[in-house]
């Protein structure tokens, strides 16, 4: 598996993912179809599927576009919500598909909007990996504007905390910094997440992502899967995890670094 990261509109990013063996392909959110088709071009890979997180404009508002440009078979759109461009397949928690002969399995993560789906993937030589949109970031999770602290509690511990350790998160958007500075606000003596904070400075400043991360790295700074820890329900003034998920999400909402 081969995934080329594309930067797109001021913080985006959209994901070529490529089967090596077959050089079948699929794109994450696309919201610059130039961008994907010349990466597409590059790769020289066969662009088979769309898949679409969820159905804001900056993530699927070039669907449409890609699907009416590109110049080959007609692309196949999986999304899980019906406000999706040029959507074909409807997905649903645990349905899956191939991409040459990379498994994709559906994760249901309704919150940030209600039709959200996170595309967990696994390679026949064990890599794994999953897209996120805007449902987990690097040191955090998106806000709650379709849904409620108990659906981002099931999506991030239930779901997405289920994964394997050492599969890779790649997000839909550069946050990092912002996300840990907010991390350190909640705990200022984790040194998981300082270290990660002079490393994303380092990688900014070469204009490098920041992506990905590991659901393991996550567990250990991302203050919103770290909603059992002591330490985050003593910050949130709080003492179970959901109602810890929705005062960390508050406070989040106005947190300046």
């Not at 002969?101 to 064990?126: A, D, Q, R």
């Not at 350790?165 to 040194?191: I, M, W």
């Not at 810890?244 to 947190?255: A, C, G, H, N, Y």
Request: charged share 25%.
């Amino acid at each position: 598996m081969d995934i080329q990261i594309i930067p797109a509109l001021e913080d985006n990013y959209m994901y070529l993912v490529i089967d090596k063996d077959t050089k079948d392909a699929a794109i994450v959110d696309p919201v610059d179809p130039e961008a994907v088709l010349k990466s597409v071009a590059q790769n020289n890979v066969n662009l088979r599927y769309v898949m679409t997180t969820h159905h804001h404009w900056d993530h699927a508002g070039g669907n449409e576009k890609l699907v009416k440009s590109f110049n080959g078979p007609k692309l196949t759109v999986f999304g899980g919500d019906d406000r999706i461009g040029a959507l074909t397949n409807k997905v649903k928690q645990d349905d899956t598909f191939k991409i040459g002969n990379l498994s994709v399995k559906c994760l249901f993560t309704p919150c940030h909007t209600t039709g959200h789906i996170c595309y967990y993937i696994e390679s026949t030589e064990g890599d794994k990996v999953v897209f996120t949109g805007d449902t987990l970031f690097q040191g955090g999770c998106g806000r709650f504007f379709e849904g409620t602290a108990e659906q981002m509690y099931s999506a991030l511990i239930e779901k997405l905390g289920s994964l394997p350790d050492e599969t890779k998160v790649f997000c839909g958007h550069e946050y990092t910094l912002q996300n840990l500075a907010y991390s350190r606000h909640v705990e200022p003596d984790n040194q998981a997440t300082l270290n990660r904070i002079e490393w994303a400075k380092l990688r900014r400043a070469e204009k490098s992502p920041t992506v990905p991360s590991t659901i393991a790295e996550e567990k250990s700074w991302n203050p919103f899967m770290r909603v059992h820890e002591n330490s985050v329900q003593k910050h949130a003034k709080e003492v179970d995890p959901i109602s810890t998920m929705r005062s960390l999400r508050k406070e989040k909402d106005t947190f300046k670094a």
